[in-house]
């Protein structure tokens, strides 16, 4: 008896919301402090306004690829693709599942920890109490997502209605209560673009990409898409022009209330940023809000990231029995367990700062610029009908991306690079090894 197939139940709302509840997490009201303190004044605002373009470009590539090939697993699909599927395709598509294997548990758990520490701004905790509500987060997810697609898509605009309140509440306080003089208190010699300039940017941008991260999530979920090869560009690109706007002037209202200087050593800015405007009592509101917000992001990267492993089981590239689907709600259950339960331990073993960075170096070598010139490697091998959609300026986007991606990969640091370098060389040595076990390519007879 064959699995059943995914059901096409998410339209353009659904596939939306999905994108922007991914984006924004708790990582923005954990990383604003951070990206003052990287750039040292309101000068920050550069870093969102990079982390933008960066987004808006690399969105053209997912766009052209998810529109092409809209299936469950995304990147898994494009890579195998675009290198062949006999040929390096089965190097890359194997090096990413092995990178989601590691990577996905982190972001999810990294959402699980920043949930935690702001919890505490409501109810004190110690380390090991914070350990154990972003553990318990972890498993209400998973049960939440344990249940049919188009359930989960009302489920999913029911959260982006609060997400998007909360943070139109934020920006209308900052605007009602904004200081010109507050908010652009520069310090001296803030935009001379010396090295320490450009370095401070850089590593500014690492945080706020961060917070962009997920305006793809839709194309993991390509085989439960509605008219998939106009609905995935339309998610993508309204997903980012609405978040850059919503960063932009959020970063712009906190420093036109709370001094530059005051906020970047505030470990609950978004929390103090109320309590100035409101007081206390809001302040709670606003934290509770907040941790919606973090819920809401990891219901919509945990299901994302459980379609990859599904789709290279289907495939015959992983363990074959994470392509079962549950027998009466059609969802990869399987997958969606083991990786739910891989995030529980991960979130009681590491801390949200040190994750960021390894979150990024691990997925750029692979994933996104590997997406980004394989685009360019499937126009030159594809007949222009394969393309539903194709980028403006092609292939400007492309190129911009991996230019940008290449610098943001040297900003996690050396530590991180290094370490991303590592994880991928030894994915390459268990994909030669399994490949000479099976007899497979480049070991065949």
């Not at 139109?168 to 935009?191: C, E, M, R, S, Y």
């Not at 906020?263 to 809001?282: H, L, P």
Request: overall charge positive; glycine content about 8%; charged content about 10%.
């Amino acid at each position: 008896m064959s699995e059943p197939k995914l059901l096409r139940g998410l339209g353009l709302k659904e596939a939306t919301a999905l994108n922007m509840i991914d984006m924004i997490g708790i990582g923005p009201f954990i990383v604003l402090p951070i990206v003052i303190q990287e750039m040292n004044g309101p000068q920050c605002l550069l870093a969102w306004v990079l982390g933008a373009v960066l987004a808006f470009m690399d969105g053209a590539v997912w766009s052209e690829l998810g529109a092409a090939m809209p299936a469950a697993g995304g990147s898994y699909v494009f890579l195998k693709e675009i290198y062949g599927p006999k040929r390096w395709g089965k190097l890359f598509s194997f090096l990413l599942i092995w990178q989601t294997i590691f990577q996905a548990p982190l972001v999810i758990a990294s959402g699980a920890i920043g949930f935690s520490q702001y919890f505490t701004f409501l109810v004190p905790l110690n380390s090991i109490e914070q350990k154990i509500v972003s553990g318990l987060l972890v498993i209400a997810i998973v049960i939440l997502l344990y249940r049919k697609i188009t359930t989960v898509g009302k489920i999913s605009l029911f959260l982006w209605i609060g997400v998007i309140a909360t943070i139109l509440w934020l920006i209308f306080g900052g605007v009602t209560h904004f200081n010109p003089k507050i908010a652009f208190d520069f310090p001296p010699n803030a935009f001379d673009f010396s090295f320490i300039f450009f370095v401070g940017l850089g590593s500014a941008s690492v945080q706020t990409i961060y917070t962009y991260l997920g305006y793809y999530n839709i194309c993991n979920l390509g085989s439960e898409l509605k008219e998939p090869d106009k609905n995935i560009p339309k998610s993508i690109f309204i997903s980012i022009i609405g978040i850059a706007i919503l960063y932009l002037a959020m970063q712009l209202s906190v420093l036109g209330v709370v001094p530059w200087r005051e906020a970047m050593k505030s470990q609950f800015i978004v929390s103090t940023f109320v309590q100035k405007i409101y007081g206390s009592d809001a302040a709670i509101i606003a934290t509770v809000l907040i941790l919606w917000i973090a819920f809401s992001s990891l219901f919509s990267a945990t299901l994302g990231y459980s379609r990859i492993p599904y789709a290279a089981a289907t495939d015959g590239t992983f363990f074959k029995i994470f392509a079962k689907t549950h027998p009466k709600k059609n969802f990869p259950h399987v997958s969606l367990l083991v990786l739910g339960a891989i995030a529980f331990v991960f979130s009681l073993l590491f801390r949200l700062k040190e994750v960021i960075s390894a979150i990024l170096a691990m997925r750029i070598l692979v994933q996104f610029i590997g997406q980004a010139v394989g685009i360019m490697i499937l126009r030159k091998t594809k007949p222009a009908n394969f393309f539903p959609f194709k980028m403006w300026l092609y292939p400007l986007p492309a190129l911009i991306a991996i230019l940008m991606w290449i610098g943001i990969f040297f900003s996690t640091g050396m530590y991180f690079a290094l370490g991303g370098i590592i994880v991928m060389s030894i994915g390459v040595l268990v994909f030669l090894i399994r490949s000479y076990i099976n007899g497979s390519r480049p070991f065949e007879n």
